[in-house]
């Protein structure tokens, strides 16, 4: 199972952190990933991370702003928002997948967090 957590209501220009943890098992040598979806929208990529930290990979929406991270010992991933626009409203999925490569489809889904960005 995959908890998502940490969203909320900020002001454009403010940072979150949002975190996703697992249990029941270990993701240890999976890949991690960011989604979202915002109203109306499809669910779009946001960032992926490779198992060991290696390799990460960001939509080009929020290259330079968010930073995807994880801590195996804690089977948590991360992800840091910062310079938030509110374009960047959505619900927040995590996700878990064979590779980075295979972000594209991943294998297991968690509940959303809401992220509200205000003008």
């Known amino acids: 199972q995959l908890q998502a957590f940490g969203g909320g209501l900020v002001q454009a220009g403010g940072s979150l952190r949002l975190s996703c943890a697992a249990s029941?098992?270990?993701?240890?040598?999976?890949?991690r990933g960011w989604f979202r979806q915002a109203p109306g929208k499809e669910r779009e990529f946001v960032a992926a991370?490779?198992?060991?930290?290696?390799?990460?990979s960001y939509a080009d929406s929020v290259k330079g702003r968010f930073t995807i991270s994880r801590d195996n010992a804690k089977n948590t991933v991360y992800l840091q928002m910062n310079t938030l626009k509110p374009e960047d409203t959505a619900v927040y999925y995590c996700a878990v997948a064979i590779s980075e490569r295979d972000m594209a489809r991943p294998s297991y889904w968690g509940q959303g967090t809401q992220v509200t960005v205000s003008s």
């Open positions: 029941g098992r270990t993701f240890s040598y999976y890949a």
């Open positions: 991370i490779s198992w060991n930290g290696g390799s990460t």
